[in-house]
């Protein structure tokens, strides 16, 4: 299969408002020329990605503000991506984490976690799979994993879990399907300098995050090469070899001491 080409080509990136999203949207418009879909809740930093992007990348750009933890809003943006039969690939990647003691979860924000980084993804991978095979036209998508779908991680242990779902899900998905100029990428970053971990709890973390650059490069390499599963990071990747090798039991226990230790030491500042 050639690998996938962006320029002048429409590209849905979700969680487009910040980090991973926001960086491979606009190293997909400066560097490949891709026209670009941006999703995600806050408008405001979508409209100003949007004019950044149109103004200095000469790309065009939609924006579409959409609650992906609330399935109506998911069917309405998917109606409206696929209406024009344009879209040429898809990055899921707008995705929330908890990360604390499992039974201080509340019940309603695991909900809205699971909706986001799961439903909402095999809700919008349905229709985006549904319209490739049905068209035959080129493309790819690309779902945001994460090294936690590999490896369990403790006091993030709902996240882990969500990020298995995905993994597993594309990983089986992608023999079933028929269309030979589609591809299904899943991409499995550690740790990322975002949003995502710029809380207190990862504060004591922060020495093993990549740059979101780095990972969103990595990111669009893996999607245009239509790789099955990728890792960035080499230490990562022989990482992830390893940990296929060892028993889950005593890398999770591992883990535990080095996220017990930065949740603890969080508490303590915060005291
Ligand atoms: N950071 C890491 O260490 C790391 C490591 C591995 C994998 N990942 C994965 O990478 C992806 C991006 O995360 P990030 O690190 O870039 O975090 P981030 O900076 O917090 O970005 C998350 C994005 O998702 C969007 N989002 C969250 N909830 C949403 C909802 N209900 N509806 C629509 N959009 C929603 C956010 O936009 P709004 O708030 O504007 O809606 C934001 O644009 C996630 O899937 C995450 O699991 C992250």
């Known amino acids: 299969m050639s690998k996938l080409h962006f320029k002048n080509k429409w ?56 609650d992906l933890s609330n399935l109506e809003d998911v069917d309405r943006a998917i109606d409206g991506i696929l209406k024009d039969g344009q879209l040429y690939g898809a990055i ?26 799961v439903v909402s993804v095999v809700r919008l991978t349905n229709r985006l799979v549904d319209h490739f095979e049905t068209t035959g036209n080129e493309g790819g998508l690309l779902i ?14 709902a996240y882990s879990a969500t990020k298995a779902f995905v993994l597993s899900f594309a990983n089986a998905l992608t023999h079933e399907i028929k ?32 740059p979101v650059k780095e990972a969103a490069k990595d990111g669009i ?19 992830g070899y390893f940990m296929n090798l060892l028993p889950k039991k005593f890398i999770a226990g591992k883990m535990s001491k080095v996220y017990e230790r930065a949740l603890l030491k969080a508490e303590k500042g915060n005291n």
Do not use: C
């Not at 991973?20 to 806050?42: D, K, P, T, V, Y």
């Not at 929330?96 to 809205?112: C, D």
């Open 221 to 239: 390499y893996a999607f245009q090469s239509r790789k099955s599963t990728y890792i960035p990071g080499l230490l990562n990747r022989i990482g």
């Open 179 to 210: 269309n030979p100029l589609f591809s299904l990428t899943v991409y499995l970053p550690g740790g990322i300098v975002t949003e995502m971990t710029a809380g207190e709890n990862f504060h004591d973390l922060q020495g093993w995050l990549m």
């Open 144 to 157: 945001v994993s994460s090294m936690a779908a590999i490896l369990p991680i403790p006091y993030q242990s």
């Open 92 to 117: 899921l990647n707008a995705g929330v984490t908890y990360f604390g003691r499992h039974a201080e979860l509340p019940w309603e924000q695991f909900q809205t976690m699971l909706q986001t980084n």
């Open 11 to 66: 590209i849905l990136v979700t969680g487009a408002s910040s980090g991973l999203g926001e960086e491979m949207a606009r190293q997909l418009a400066f560097q490949h020329q891709a026209n670009l879909i941006l999703l995600a809740r806050r408008k405001d930093k979508l409209e100003l990605l949007k004019a950044e992007l149109e103004k200095d990348a000469k790309v065009s750009v939609r924006v579409i503000v959409a």
